[in-house]
Structure formats: C-alpha cells, structure tokens
C-alpha cells in the first residue's frame, strides 16, 4: 500500500520534474535532451545475441566513476554477457560516453514509476541490476524482485542522517530492502544503519571501499607528466588543484589564491568546478579579480603570465590529480559531504579539504590519522597550510607519501563486491 502511495505521488509531480528539467537546461542543455529515456523508451536489447545482461546503474558523476574499476573488471570476467551502464545525469552520462564508447549500452535510466520500469526491463532483459552506493528506488528494485532478476547493493554508504530519512518512511524502506539480494557496505557502521532499517542479516556483507582500487596505470602517469610540463610552462612554478568546487567555494578559494601569491607569486592554480553548467561563472569571476585565466577546453597551455586554468572538460581529474603538488578537494566547505580524496591520495598528492566530509567520513578519518590530509575552514587557513607545504618540500613529501600509503592499504573491495556479484543466482 506504502508503494502504490508512493507511486501515485510520482506521478502527480511529473509535470513539476519536467519543469525542472527544463529550469537545469538552461544552464546545462543536456538536460532537455532524452526525455523519452527517462520514461523507459529505450532500443531494446537482442536476447539472442547475448548471453548475459548486467545493469549497472549510477545515478551521477561520483557514483559513475567509482563504477568505472567494477565496469572493466566485469568486461574482462564475462566477456561474452552486455552491459548496460545508467545514469541520471548528463555529466554522468558524458563520463559513460568518455570512458567506454560504444563498448556498454548506455541509456538515461527510467523514472521510478512502474510504468516506465517495466516498459525498460521489457527492453533491456537485465539478468542483473546492480546499484552504486545508495540509489534506493522501490519500484525499480521491485519490479526487479518480480521479475527474478537479482540486486546488488555495490559500496554502499549510508550516514545517519539519511538512514533517519529512510526510518520516517519504514512502510516503504523494509519491504524494498528485502528485495535486495546482496547490500556490499564500505564500513562496519554502514552495514549496522542498514539492518536497523531492516536489511536481512544474510543479506549484508562489509567489503570496503572499491574507490580505493583506481589503477594508476602507466598511458595515465605518461599523461599526467606531460601535463605538468605542460603547466609549468618552461620554469618550475607550482601547481595548485582545486577539484570539484561547489557555488560558494571558489570565492574562498581565490581569496585563499590571492594570499598565496603574495608568497609564491608563480604558482599556478588550476580550478575545476563540480558542474559544466557553472564552467563560464567560475571563469568571469577569475576574470573579474584581474586575473589572468585560460579554459583547458581551448586547448592552449597556460602561459607564464596566466595565473589560473579553468579545467572545463569532462573526464580528466584523475589525471590532474596527477599533475600537481598540492590538490584542495571541493564540496567540503560548503555541506556537500566532500568528493573523492583517495584519487589525490593515490597519487601521493598532499590532500586539503574543508570540515565537510560526511560523505567521506571513514577515508578522511584515515587520511588524517595517517597525516596525508589537512582541514582548512577558511581561505585563510587554506593559505597558510598551502604557504607552509610551499615553503617545506620536505613536509609536503611526507605528507603525500603517508596519503598514499593509506590508498595502498587499503586496496581489495574490489574483488570481494566481484565475489559477491559471482554468487548471486543469474
């Protein structure tokens, strides 16, 4: 009864959702593209040409890129089986799109309304569904359930907050988690939030982080060495990231820039917002503060005398990361929850961050204990951390390398989310 409420609300706001699309497309014209996806119109899959479908959804660009290590090692364990990559978002589908071509069926994934779930679990014939962290919709698990086809739960995090969430709503929860054939949890406390809100015991298995096992392999560090002679631009000034920044970080981030140069007036700082659609407001706010600014999307090599880089292409952080000597990673000083720190720590990066991490909780934990990681809550105290590495290679080094030995022990969630995967009855 809970479910056919839930469904009936649904569909109520499609009008509302709709116009919210088309608000978010006028920043990001993708989101007026595909509707028909989103309602389950997708091309069907030929079950005679394929032994195997695996879905694998994830709804933005976080979760698609913490698929991508999963996605590859499943091409290479079931070559012969189709997989069919979802997103929710068109920066997580650029991702898909960059990453693998035409090698996966990549599709918007449908609406949670029961109409649009069947009408593309009749096309795609999956399998197996599996879920990025907590993307929890009932009508897609169910209709799943209905129709055999197993679910997974893949590195799975649940805060307290959001598992407060899912309590005021237990009618709808409980039932959908028992549908749930597998929930793969990062930690020990995750998996204790999912069995309060009635997880089956049998159900949970505590496998780490798959973050953690990113492959830097050697095309990349190739890469990423290029890059920074790049950068660099004929003299050995230093390289400042600051990734995935949010609206209200970059004005902080600039003030923290200005004091910097004051000290080391070379360095150069490479700026990457979260979002394409904020790509032209963070460039007229460089520009607005006299500074000079080029866009990676150019093409063109900052020069001596530009101070900043707008990194306004999709798919290339990981090799930033690699690039620089310093990296600032967003959505932490403002409430996001943090974005991904072990990428810069398995570069041997020296990782800075603001006090919002609630997404990253456990990693963030371990980077600091370890001494890879620094919180800064301000511009000012982003200053002077980054002043302070500057003027101390020594330090900046131990502080990197303790970053980096925290991503290496902590390597294997990989292979035990694929031994769950290899149990599930499909």
């Given amino acids: 009864m809970a479910r056919f409420f839930y469904s009936a609300l649904f569909y109520l706001l499609i009008p509302l959702i709709l116009i919210r699309l088309l608000w978010r497309s006028a920043r990001a014209p993708e989101y007026r593209r595909r509707w028909l996806e989103r309602f389950g119109y997708v091309p069907g899959i030929d079950q005679a040409q394929t032994a195997k479908t695996i879905w694998v959804h994830s709804v933005s660009l976080g979760e698609t890129l913490a698929s991508v290590p999963m996605i590859r090692r499943l091409q290479q364990r079931y070559p012969e089986a189709q997989l069919v990559v979802t997103t929710m978002t068109p920066t997580g589908s650029a991702c898909v799109k960059n990453t693998f071509g035409d090698r996966v069926y990549h599709v918007y994934a449908p609406y949670d309304l029961p109409c649009a779930v069947n009408r593309f679990l009749r096309r795609v014939h999956p399998d197996l569904l599996i879920i990025m962290e907590t993307e929890l919709w009932p009508n897609m698990i169910h209709g799943c359930a209905d129709q055999n086809i197993p679910v997974v739960l893949a590195n799975a995090r649940l805060s307290e907050k959001s598992a407060r969430g899912y309590r005021r709503f237990a009618a709808l929860t409980e039932p959908m988690l028992q549908c749930i054939d597998s929930v793969a949890v990062q930690h020990e406390e995750d998996g204790n939030r999912f069995l309060s809100l009635g997880l089956p015991a049998s159900q949970l298995a505590v496998i780490g982080n798959i973050k953690f096992d990113l492959t830097l392999d050697e095309p990349l560090r190739t890469r990423a060495a290029q890059l920074r002679v790049q950068w660099q631009a004929g003299c050995r000034r230093p390289v400042l990231l600051a990734a995935s920044t949010h609206r209200g970080e970059d004005d902080i981030l600039l003030d923290a820039f200005e004091r910097i140069r004051q000290q080391f007036p070379a360095v150069l700082l490479v700026l990457v917002p979260r979002h394409p659609e904020r790509f032209d407001e ?145």
Wanted: hydrophobic residues 45%; contains cysteine; charged residues 20%.
């Fill in 282 to 426: 963070v460039a007229q706010r460089c520009l607005a503060r006299g500074l000079n600014a080029v866009r990676r999307s150019s093409g063109k090599s900052p020069a001596k005398t530009d101070q900043v880089l707008i990194g306004d292409t999709m798919g290339e952080l990981l090799v930033f990361f690699g690039a620089c000597d310093i990296a600032f990673v967003g959505g932490s000083l403002v409430p996001t929850g943090g974005h991904n720190l072990i990428e810069p720590a398995a570069w041997q990066v020296p990782v800075l961050s603001g006090p919002h991490l609630f997404n990253f909780a456990d990693v963030s934990r371990l980077l600091l204990e370890a001494g890879g990681m620094a919180i800064c809550k301000d511009a000012r105290s982003i200053a002077n951390t980054v002043i302070g590495l500057l003027g101390d290679p020594g330090a900046a080094a131990r502080m990197g390398e303790a970053a980096k030995v925290v991503a290496e022990k902590n390597r294997g969630a990989l292979d035990r989310l694929l031994a769950v995967i290899e149990r599930q009855p499909w």
